[in-house]
């Protein structure tokens, strides 16, 4: 997809933390596929800190079954997340 690393994809996730936060949320979470490094490494690209990992957190049908034939199809997500006292550092280094 043509907006991975571009200068708008950065952009649009800025003006959406700024949004977020601007109007008063405490924290913003982002949740991506553990096993894709693009979105986590895109993630921690723009500021969030990685909490932790919810293995088998979602039932999917486009990954290779856990070992057991019978179990569900399932994806382990990595969260990450952006408090506001973060940002505002974050926003002050970029335009101060």
Not at 24 to 39: I, K, L, T
Not at 56 to 73: A, E, G, N, W, Y
Request: aromatic share 14%; net charge positive.
């Amino acid at each position: 997809f043509g907006l991975a690393r571009s200068r708008a994809a950065t952009e649009a996730v800025f003006l959406l933390l700024n949004w977020a936060f601007k109007h008063g949320y405490r924290r913003v979470v982002w949740q991506a596929d553990a096993h894709h490094a693009a979105s986590c490494n895109a993630a921690e690209r723009h500021g969030f800190v990685l909490e932790g990992i919810s293995r088998q957190h979602r039932v999917i049908d486009k990954r290779t079954p856990i070992r057991d034939p019978h179990l569900p199809f399932s994806r382990d997500t990595a969260w990450y997340s952006m408090l506001d006292r973060e940002w505002w550092l974050i926003h002050h280094a970029l335009y101060e």
